[in-house]
C-alpha cells in the first residue's frame, strides 16, 4: 500500500514563504506521478503542481512562486515530495494536498494524502 503524510502547512503572512512536504511511503516502483492539490470549501479541487519523469507542471496561478520537487531514500520505500512556496498570497489558502498515482502493480488506483492546511493571511 501507498500511504502519503503532508506536513508543513501553517499561518503566514502574505509575501511570506512556506514548505510542503509529503512523505510518500511503498515500493516506490509502484508510483507514477506526483502531485499537489489544494481544496477551498464551496470550490472544485486544483491542480497546483504535478512532477512526472522529472518534469514539472504548473497551475498559472502559482507559476513562478511555487516549486515542485522530489527526493528518494535510497532503499526504494520512501520518498518525499516537497513545494516551495514563495510570495504567498491570501487566495493561497487552502487545504494542500498530496496526490500519487499508482503504477505497476497499483496500477490506475489514486493515492491521498489527508492534507495540511495553507493560511495566508496579516
Not at 3 to 19: A, D, K, T
Not at 21 to 31: D, L, P, Y
Not at 89 to 104: F, M, Q, S, V, W
Request: proline fraction near 2%; hydrophobic fraction near 35%; include cysteine.
Amino acid at each position: 500500500q501507498v500511504q502519503l503524510v503532508e506536513s508543513g502547512g501553517g499561518l503566514v503572512q502574505p509575501g511570506g514563504s512556506l514548505r510542503l512536504s509529503c512523505v510518500a511511503s511503498g515500493s516506490q516502483r509502484n508510483i507514477g506521478f506526483m502531485a499537489w492539490y489544494r481544496q477551498v470549501p464551496g470550490k472544485e479541487r486544483e491542480l497546483v503542481a504535478e512532477l512526472n519523469d522529472g518534469y514539472a507542471r504548473y497551475s498559472d496561478s502559482v507559476l513562478g512562486r511555487f516549486t515542485i520537487s522530489r527526493d528518494f531514500a535510497g532503499d526504494g520505500a520512501k520518498s518525499v515530495m516537497y513545494l516551495e512556496m514563495r510570495t504567498l498570497k491570501p487566495e493561497d489558502t487552502a487545504l494542500y494536498l498530496c496526490h500519487a498515482r499508482g503504477i505497476n502493480y497499483y496500477r490506475g488506483r489514486d493515492f491521498w494524502g489527508q492534507g495540511t492546511q495553507v493560511t495566508v493571511s496579516s
